[in-house]
């Protein structure tokens, strides 16, 4: 070979090395585009869920699910047989509700009565003509009537007592007046059950002050909504705060406490764009049921530290580092929180075989075998946990750490891991549960609230949200009609003189007797 043609060779495996590389580096840059596009995919995938798809964390076989857009059965059977087996087919994919028998007597019997008796007008017999006897009445019908609401005007006079005896004698004469009951607030006319509607209608009902104010003017007493605001803010520092103090202290006795916090906003609040709410809720197990609201300046930790002081029990909560570093806490995790991580992980068309799926899986699995614990007693339930929950909830941990991934499931494998040592802790005692619903549904209670207010003006106005929120939610959650424990709070706590508070506490027995 000549030396030009050792050249031309040598060129050629120098470009052929160039090229490669470069091969190479395309390979590993379209290798990468992949998995970015792959994480965009599942992004787009995962917020289109969120806008249109189902928002309960269910599963396509839970035999328990029914489907409503089931093709099963909206489409024709095939035609593989004779008519018994079509009718096989209708009825092994259709289940009828059964019908839940004396259901309407039942919610007949706990309403007021009034009989109608519908007469004949004339009771001579037409063949006769002589007057016809009654031989039975019968219920051929019940109705429920519905009595639109209305305000009254209701005017207490004072009588004055004067003793003529003294009068007559010339000595100073004794004066004795009768004792009126005290208003909640002063220069007002509005009375006890006035101001508990008007609550009840914000934060049961959900119905914000400025539509209150056409509702009012409806039935003919014009209330503004600043008034409604006023009552709801001066009504809960002169009665409400006391309360809802005594009640937090009740909350931390207890040994088992759940929180949760969410967004809220303050107009007033120029230091920041929004304030936080902050739940704190005593267990299912315990003794009291007690939710309490708390405005918070920030979503640090320092706000569950000063509120929970030197308590040393155990505290359900999500994964938020908010509740890191709580000091004398047993910190418990959530297992639903563990769970949707796997069910947002999930791919749009996934299988039973997939990963995140499978996760899903073993997270309800858990739910379902301590759901059958529920009616044990504590220590029962307890030894139950060690010996099945605990070998479930170790194997579920060791299926996580032999996992890679990334993307939406190494995020939930990543979360899981995180919240391990929390999760094995509720095996501590049998009054712990697996997942933090209940500060959850009860933070849902403000959130729906919220849409409809959008924000408190003032930090007064927030601290009155708080405090009345938190005490309609402890009524329902001692079985108390809401309304009828405000009006009852209203109409003795401004009369109140040597009664201690815990005497008007939702599970007081007169309370208990006045308010359901």
């Given at each position: 070979?000549?030396?030009?043609?050792?050249?031309?060779?040598?060129?050629?495996?120098?470009?052929?090395?160039q090229?490669l590389?470069?091969?190479?580096?395309?390979?590993?840059?379209?290798?990468?585009?992949?998995?970015?596009?792959?994480?965009?995919?599942?992004?787009?995938?995962?917020?289109?869920?969120?806008?249109?798809?189902?928002?309960?964390?269910?599963?396509?076989?839970?035999?328990?699910?029914?489907?409503?857009?089931?093709?099963?059965?909206?489409?024709e059977?095939?035609?593989?047989?004779?008519?018994?087996?079509?009718?096989?087919?209708?009825?092994?994919?259709?289940?009828?509700?059964?019908?839940?028998?004396?259901?309407?007597?039942?919610?007949?019997s706990?309403?007021?009565?009034?009989?109608?008796?519908?007469?004949?007008?004339?009771?001579?017999?037409p063949?006769?003509?002589?007057?016809?006897?009654?031989?039975?009445?019968?219920?051929?019908?019940?109705?429920?009537?519905?009595?639109?609401a209305?305000?009254?005007?209701?005017?207490?006079?004072?009588?004055?007592?004067?003793?003529?005896?003294?009068?007559?004698?010339?000595?100073?004469?004794?004066?004795?007046?009768?004792?009126?009951?005290?208003?909640?607030?002063?220069?007002?006319?509005?009375?006890?059950?006035?101001?508990?509607?008007?609550?009840?209608?914000?934060?049961?009902?959900?119905?914000?002050?400025?539509?209150?104010?056409?509702?009012?003017?409806?039935?003919?007493?014009?209330?503004?909504?600043?008034?409604?605001?006023?009552?709801?803010?001066?009504?809960?520092q002169?009665y409400?705060?006391?309360?809802?103090?005594?009640?937090?202290?009740?909350l931390?006795?207890?040994?088992?406490?759940h929180?949760?916090?969410?967004?809220f906003?303050?107009?007033n609040?120029?230091?920041?764009?929004?304030?936080?709410?902050?739940?704190?809720?005593?267990?299912?197990?315990?003794?009291?049921?007690?939710?309490?609201?708390?405005?918070?300046?920030?979503?640090?930790?320092?706000?569950?530290?000063?509120?929970?002081?030197?308590?040393?029990?155990?505290?359900?909560?999500?994964?938020?580092?908010?509740?890191?570093?709580?000091?004398?806490m047993?910190?418990?995790?959530?297992?639903?929180?563990?769970?949707?991580?796997?069910?947002?992980?999930?791919?749009?068309?996934?299988?039973s075989?997939?990963?995140?799926?499978?996760?899903?899986?073993?997270?309800?699995?858990?739910?379902?075998?301590?759901?059958?614990?529920?009616?044990?007693?504590?220590?029962?339930?307890?030894?139950?946990?060690?010996?099945?929950v605990?070998?479930?909830?170790e194997?579920?941990?060791?299926?996580?750490?032999?996992?890679?991934?990334?993307g939406?499931?190494g995020?939930?494998?990543?979360?899981?891991?995180?919240?391990?040592?929390?999760?094995?802790?509720?095996?501590?005692?049998?009054?712990?549960?697996?997942?933090?619903?209940?500060?959850?549904?009860?933070?849902?209670?403000?959130?729906?609230?919220?849409?409809?207010?959008?924000?408190?003006?003032?930090?007064?106005?927030?601290?009155?949200?708080?405090?009345?929120?938190?005490?309609?939610?402890?009524?329902?959650?001692?079985?108390?009609?809401?309304?009828?424990?405000?009006?009852?709070?209203?109409?003795?706590?401004?009369?109140?003189?040597?009664?201690?508070l815990?005497?008007?506490?939702?599970?007081?027995?007169?309370?208990?007797?006045?308010?359901?």
């Amino acid at each position: 070979m000549s030396i030009k043609s050792e050249k031309q060779f040598e060129v050629i495996i120098e470009k052929l090395d160039q090229l490669l590389e470069e091969n190479k580096q395309l390979k590993t840059l379209i290798a990468q585009k992949d998995d970015e596009l792959s994480l965009q995919k599942e992004q787009i995938e995962f917020l289109t869920q969120k806008l249109y798809g189902p928002k309960k964390e269910t599963l396509k076989d839970d035999p328990n699910q029914g489907n409503l857009f089931n093709e099963r059965l909206f489409s024709e059977p095939e035609q593989t047989g004779d008519q018994s087996d079509e009718e096989e087919v209708i009825v092994t994919t259709v289940s009828r509700r059964k019908k839940r028998k004396g259901l309407k007597d039942k919610q007949l019997s706990s309403l007021p009565t009034v009989d109608h008796i519908h007469e004949i007008e004339s009771c001579t017999c037409p063949t006769c003509k002589e007057a016809m006897k009654e031989i039975s009445t019968q219920l051929i019908r019940q109705e429920v009537k519905f009595i639109p609401a209305r305000v009254e005007n209701h005017r207490h006079f004072q009588k004055t007592y004067a003793c003529a005896n003294c009068e007559k004698s010339g000595t100073r004469t004794p004066f004795a007046k009768s004792e009126i009951p005290r208003l909640p607030l002063n220069n007002t006319a509005a009375s006890a059950s006035l101001i508990a509607e008007t609550m009840y209608q914000k934060f049961e009902q959900k119905v914000p002050a400025y539509r209150q104010e056409a509702y009012w003017n409806l039935l003919g007493y014009p209330i503004p909504r600043h008034t409604i605001a006023n009552w709801h803010i001066k009504t809960s520092q002169y009665y409400f705060e006391a309360l809802v103090a005594v009640m937090r202290q009740e909350l931390l006795n207890q040994k088992v406490l759940h929180a949760d916090e969410t967004t809220f906003k303050v107009l007033n609040d120029k230091d920041r764009q929004k304030s936080y709410m902050w739940l704190f809720s005593t267990g299912k197990y315990s003794e009291r049921a007690i939710h309490i609201y708390k405005l918070g300046p920030s979503r640090s930790g320092s706000v569950p530290r000063d509120f929970l002081e030197e308590y040393t029990g155990y505290l359900h909560s999500d994964g938020f580092s908010g509740y890191n570093n709580l000091p004398g806490m047993t910190m418990i995790a959530c297992l639903a929180h563990i769970r949707r991580k796997f069910y947002d992980a999930r791919p749009k068309n996934y299988s039973s075989k997939s990963v995140a799926h499978k996760g899903v899986t073993l997270c309800n699995e858990l739910f379902a075998l301590d759901k059958s614990l529920k009616d044990l007693s504590v220590s029962e339930r307890y030894d139950q946990r060690l010996e099945l929950v605990k070998p479930k909830l170790e194997a579920f941990f060791d299926w996580c750490e032999s996992l890679t991934a990334h993307g939406k499931l190494g995020t939930a494998i990543n979360y899981a891991l995180n919240q391990k040592e929390r999760m094995m802790n509720v095996l501590k005692d049998g009054r712990l549960v697996l997942s933090n619903n209940l500060a959850e549904r009860g933070i849902k209670s403000l959130v729906m609230g919220r849409k409809n207010w959008l924000f408190s003006k003032s930090f007064e106005g927030a601290h009155a949200v708080a405090t009345i929120l938190s005490l309609v939610e402890t009524a329902k959650s001692n079985g108390l009609h809401p309304r009828k424990y405000l009006d009852y709070l209203l109409t003795y706590l401004p009369n109140r003189q040597n009664t201690p508070l815990e005497a008007y506490l939702p599970w007081n027995p007169k309370v208990q007797m006045e308010c359901r």
